[in-house]
């Protein structure tokens, strides 16, 4: 019945190399079912197969050569390709009904402490990342699902108080015996061992390279995809990236290579426009050489970024920014660092903070190896499946618990230890 409504509707699939057919619906009911406990039959359901099968042979003709088509989505454990959502659509559906993703609403960009509702907080930056990374990817003809996929999660590792809350973890977990502490694979230990009590949410390795390797930080003047990678391949990766932190990791993917440039796009002017507006800096403060050639407000420079990417399209070599927009851009990363992000001003309370968090990392890692119930028990560890709890050392269970927290929720349990907390100004 499903060959006969799918060709009906116009599209013919079954010759496609990377079609398999589906033998046993009752089994893909099930295991389904099991997986994302949805009722069965939305599984298998003929009309919505025809759907999806279409869209995926609508990618042939409108995607570039260059692009992932949907249906190579791999995951670790493989899953029946049914239901209406194509796998980097039905990633980015598992990443926004994360709890990890949740709790971007109270995570900090760059300023915390700070009494200002006008003030970018993570939730938004990663949407500016995906609407940035999706035009980009729309007029590339690339997909726009990985894109959107990649850009949800990609910051989802970020621990409380931003780079600074994460260098404070990375020292804690160093003198622990624990590799230094990285938000980009802390966002994959989340989606991967910690989400569903330690069941993760078994995303396509497509999206999860994009979000190891987003390091929107380093700068590239030009990205060239490092396709035919494979689990074994990214787990590697991992392992060689906690190992060596200065490690530069390339997206398997052109879309991964956008989301990262557009990382990178969606902050360099908001953190701007967010430093102007607690009067850290002036715009005339910009370089005049950033102002000509980029811009002075957050629009004209994502604009002209954005721009100077698309004017360049598609190369053998990957994509790429003109020179003279590469160097003008790293001067502005050169003036945020020293005006915004180094700047004595934006770490009010961090000493506090940093307090906290060894108080909190102690309390709890001495909870655990008593055995003694406690908060990271009632409100973590006893969620967790046994796998999860066994394969990892105490400590390390503390970093995962402590990163998963929001700003306010790790403040409260902080004074909740006697701390003495900071108060935002």
């Known amino acids: 019945m499903l060959e006969t409504l799918v060709r009906m509707s116009g599209v013919i699939f079954l010759g496609h190399p990377f079609f398999c057919p589906i033998t046993d619906y009752k089994q893909v009911d099930q295991d389904m079912s099991n997986h994302l406990d949805i009722h069965p039959e939305y599984f298998t359901n003929p009309q919505l197969l025809a759907i999806r099968e279409g869209l995926d042979v609508r990618e042939e003709s ?5 692009a992932v088509r949907s249906r190579d989505g791999v995951r670790r454990r493989p899953e029946p390709y049914a239901g209406h959502r194509q796998n ?16 971007y609403i109270d995570k900090t960009q760059v300023f915390y402490m ?3 509702d006008h003030i970018t907080h993570r939730v938004l930056h990663v949407q500016l990342v995906s609407k940035i990374a999706r035009t980009i990817g729309r007029f590339l003809g690339l997909n726009e699902d990985l894109i959107e996929a990649i850009a949800l999660a990609h910051d989802i590792g970020h621990p409380p108080f931003g780079h600074d809350g994460e260098k404070v973890l990375a020292t804690l977990c160093r003198e622990h015996g624990l590799p230094l502490f990285q938000h980009n694979i802390q966002s994959v230990i989340f989606l991967e061992e910690i989400e569903k ?5 078994n995303l396509t390795l497509q999206t999860l390279d994009g979000i190891l390797c987003h390091d929107g930080e380093i700068h590239n003047r030009v990205l060239r995809p490092r396709p035919e990678k494979s689990f074994v391949d990214f787990d590697r990766e991992i392992a060689a990236k906690s190992e060596d932190p200065g490690l530069a990791l390339i997206p398997m993917t052109l879309e991964g290579c956008v989301v990262r440039f557009s990382d990178t796009i969606s902050y360099i002017g908001r953190d701007i426009e967010d430093a102007i507006e607690l009067k850290l800096i002036s715009r005339e403060e910009i370089p005049i050489n950033c102002r000509k050639l980029l811009g002075s407000t957050n629009g004209t420079i994502v604009y002209r970024l954005v721009s100077d990417l698309l004017a360049n399209g598609l190369t053998e070599d990957g994509i790429s920014f003109n020179p003279e927009i590469s160097e ?3 001067e502005l990363k050169h003036f945020n660092y020293q005006r915004i992000y180094l700047n004595p001003m934006i770490k009010t309370g961090l000493a506090k903070i940093t307090a906290c968090y060894r108080a909190m990392f102690e309390s709890y890692l001495a909870d655990i190896q008593a055995q003694r119930d406690s908060l990271i028990f009632s409100k973590y560890l006893n969620e967790m499946s046994e796998q999860y709890t066994r394969s990892r050392p105490p400590a390390a269970i503390v970093r995962d618990y402590i990163a998963g927290m929001t700003d306010d929720y790790f403040l409260v349990q902080a004074a909740a230890l006697g701390c003495e907390v900071p108060v935002k100004v």
Request: charged share 25%; proline share 3%; net charge positive.
């Open 328 to 330: 003008s851009l790293l």
């Open 88 to 103: 980097f659509a039905l990633d980015s559906d598992r990443i926004l009904h994360s709890r990890a993703y949740t709790r």
């Open 114 to 116: 700070v009494e200002n």
């Open 197 to 201: 009590g330690g069941r993760g949410w």
């Open 62 to 66: 409108i995607l570039s050569p260059r």
